[in-house]
Antibody
């Protein structure tokens, strides 16, 4: 069925990097954009950036510029989000979410909890 | 960036009642590119409405969206027990897309 399957929870130390994966299935991978949205504990939703699986182009929220990298592997229909220089404020659930050409999110992964703690 | 302010922060209602949730934008949302999501504890958000008033696939018709410009509304005509959750609005008319802070709909 149509779904996004994310990698498992991570625990990282401050200053480290984390790489989260999101595998798409049940639809044509290159026909939709993929976004990353995060949610800190008890907080709202925050958009981080977008990758076009077709050509690999990306656009990041200014807040994350220089710290986030989004990539994709078309052979496995998987997108990746790597966040570097982690700090405690980056503790959150990270979601991948699909959008058509207009950026509303019609399919979400279950989320990956990233905990940053010394 | 466009700031979305949702009100009220918490709405306490009973099953069968009508719920009206508001989302106000700091500047006009182009082409009514506004979406609504429902999120239950421990779950990912679920798309309810896009384009301000179009229901997503599989969403019951008790959910409806309206509005344009800077003022948008999500209405749930008759609340079912499964509707009690947190609701977020999102604008995608200009980058970066942004979310409101959420409205918690709780059982009275």
């Amino acid at each position: 069925q149509v779904q996004l399957v994310q990698s498992g929870a991570e625990v990282k130390k401050p200053g480290a990097s984390v790489k989260v994966s999101c595998k798409a299935s049940g639809y044509t991978f290159t026909s939709y954009y993929m976004h990353w949205v995060r949610q800190a504990p008890g907080q709202g939703l925050e958009w981080m950036g977008i990758i076009n699986p077709s050509g690999g182009s990306t656009s990041y929220a200014q807040k994350f510029q220089g710290r986030v990298t989004m990539t994709r592997d078309t052979s496995t229909s998987t997108v990746y989000m790597e966040l570097s220089s982690l700090r405690s404020e980056d503790t959150a659930v990270y979601y991948c979410a699909r959008s058509p050409i207009y950026w509303y999110f019609d399919l979400w992964g279950r989320g990956t909890l990233v905990t940053v703690s010394s | 960036e466009i700031v979305l302010t949702q009100s009220p922060g918490t709405l306490s209602l009973s099953p069968g009642e009508r719920a009206t949730l508001s989302c106000r934008a700091s500047q006009s949302v182009s082409s009514s590119y506004l979406a609504w999501y429902q999120q239950k504890p421990g779950q990912a958000p679920r798309l309810l409405i896009y384009g301000a008033s179009s229901r997503a696939t599989g969403i019951p018709d008790r959910f409806s969206g309206s509005g344009s410009g800077t003022d948008f509304t999500l209405t749930i005509s008759r609340l079912e027990p499964e509707d009690f959750a947190v609701y977020y609005c999102q604008q995608y008319g200009s980058s970066p897309c942004t979310f409101g802070q959420g409205t918690k709909l709780e059982i009275k």
